[in-house]
């Protein structure tokens, strides 16, 4: 498995045109690049086994699904062993609302992006949801009022 150091400026170029428009045709990639088709589809290949390309997804217009609404959330929990990290971990992962979740090195310990349709909606995933995830002591909530870039 190769890692980033292993990476030449086309595997970069492919990499970087990708995540630009995910839905490239091989040859319009590699038009983008400077190689043939062939070469292309190998690099692609490769650069998805080895992990570097995840997966290719759909940009979803948030605000046109219901779901302009963004909050972030600082979480203290109450314990911070590595049993109550996994605890919470997994649970997070069960929540539709929370698009993002952080580890911080911080005051506190998970930064979550969480997304609803308004202040009430958050307001309920806030009590319901966020604060019975395993081992929340504390968390603090700050309203975005305006998305300048979202990838």
Known sequence: MSTADDLDR???SILAALGRE???SMADLAQKVG????PVQARVRRLERDGFIRGYQAVVDSVRMGEG???FVQVK???TRSAALDAFNRAVKDVREIE???MMAASFDYLLKVRTSDIASYRRTLGEKISALPH???TSTFVAMESVKDR
């Open 136 to 138: 929340v002591a504390q």
């Open 69 to 71: 609404h963004i909050a």
């Open 22 to 24: 995910g839905r490239l």
């Open 10 to 12: 086309f595997d970069r």
């Open 35 to 38: 190689l043939s088709k062939t």
């Open 77 to 79: 929990l109450s314990d």
């Open 100 to 102: 993002e979740c952080h």
